[in-house]
């Protein structure tokens, strides 16, 4: 039998996880409307593909890995219709004066602006990588899964990811 | 009357201390920053209502043939 939208397990699922869902396809794709249509798309996803979860892994990563891949095809199909310069992350990581300096916030009213033109800034990879590790739920290792890479590469990029972040963030002020 | 504007004063002292308190934030490092962030996020309930009718338009799926054959 197929779990639907009115059984319990299938809207206790979605309590659960849609707003790190959500959270991923808004700051990935910059646009809360794009956002909105993406979190459908995955739920809707996961609902008809629920009886193919084969539990090998978490529900949140299993998830997250339908959301990665609508919104990684969502960009492609986005940047093949438009020219893209790419971000050049190494200008980031080079700038950064004060790797190990707080992040300090005066204003958290345009917060959401400023972490968005940040994460904008940043090549796809590394804006994943810090959209994954921000969810305290996963761990190095299923995040190595996700992207595909060792657990090494994800901890070295990370670090580089955080260095870039920081760099431009400041600069966003 | 004199008691209803010491009572708006300190309502509007609550309200500065709370704006001040939510202001000046400092985070260790991205992680941290985007946690608060992904926090503060919440999904619009009109994602929920499209979601349900959408599942609603998905027919059940086919009995297998052994289903069929034997009930199950």
């Known amino acids: ?173 | 009357m004199k008691q209803q504007t010491k009572l708006s004063q300190k309502q509007e002292h609550i309200a500065e201390q709370q704006t001040q308190s939510q202001a000046a934030k400092e985070f260790s490092n991205a992680d941290e920053l985007l946690r608060f962030d992904a926090a503060q996020t919440t999904v619009p309930p009109e994602v929920a209502q499209r979601l349900k009718q959408s599942a609603a338009q998905i027919p059940p799926p086919p009995r297998k043939w052994w289903g069929k054959m034997f009930g199950g």
């Open chain 1, 1 to 173: 039998m197929q779990a639907g939208w009115e059984t319990a397990e299938f809207a206790s699922l979605y309590a659960e996880h849609s707003r790190p869902i959500f959270y991923l396809a808004l700051r990935f794709l910059g646009d809360p409307q794009k956002a909105e249509d993406a979190t459908h798309d995955v739920f809707l996803k996961a609902f008809r593909r629920l009886d193919q979860f084969r539990g090998e892994a978490s529900i949140r990563t299993w998830l997250y890995r339908i959301a990665i891949n609508h919104c990684q095809n969502l960009c492609q199909s986005w940047h093949n219709r438009n020219i893209h310069a790419g971000s050049d992350d190494t200008v980031f990581e080079d700038a950064v004066a004060r790797t190990d300096s707080p992040l300090r916030v005066l204003e958290t009213k345009e917060l959401g602006q400023r972490i968005q033109k940040t994460l904008d800034a940043l090549s796809d990879e590394y804006r994943l990588l810090l959209l994954l590790v921000a969810d305290e739920e996963l761990s190095y290792e299923e995040i190595a899964a996700l992207v595909g890479q060792s657990s090494d590469a994800v901890r070295g990029k990370l670090h580089r990811a955080r260095k870039a972040f920081a760099a431009r963030f400041e600069k966003t002020v």
